[in-house]
């Protein structure tokens, strides 16, 4: 099994950052896509931003030129960083992965997700 675990969230003011990260451990042989997905307050999930192992990314229009996702393979690990941020980045932030664990298939793998609270 895989295991995905957050790091990163908290409060800060309108207009300010803040860095997440991602680490994944267990019995893993390979992790393809990495991402990061958001929940608000009654609202359904949504992408924030993903990332191939080779790199190339994809971000939603929301958050395009103010977030910044990365990963470093050899440590299995994916970064957010949200710049500029908005009272409406307030969510919970969760880590996802597209990864294949020893003797298993690929399957999807969720962190338990870092709260994230801009205030105005």
């Known amino acids: 099994q895989v295991q995905l675990v957050e790091s990163g969230g908290g409060l800060v003011q309108a207009g300010g950052s803040l860095g997440l990260s991602c680490a994944a451990s267990?019995?893993?042989?390979?992790?393809?896509?990495m991402g990061w997905y958001r929940q608000a307050p009654g609202k359904q999930r949504e992408l924030v931003a993903t990332?191939?192992?080779?790199?190339?990314?994809n971000y939603a229009d929301s958050v395009k030129g103010r977030f910044t996702i990365s990963r470093d393979n050899a440590k299995n690990t994916v970064y957010l960083q949200m710049n500029s941020l908005k009272p409406e980045d307030t969510a919970v932030y969760y880590c996802?992965?597209?990864?294949?664990?020893?003797?298993?298939?690929?399957?999807?793998?969720w962190g338990q997700g870092t709260q994230v609270t801009v205030s105005s």
């Open positions: 267990g019995s893993i042989f390979r992790i393809n896509t």
């Open positions: 990332i191939t192992r080779g790199g190339s990314t």
């Open positions: 996802a992965a597209s990864a294949r664990a020893y003797g298993l298939g690929y399957d999807d793998y």
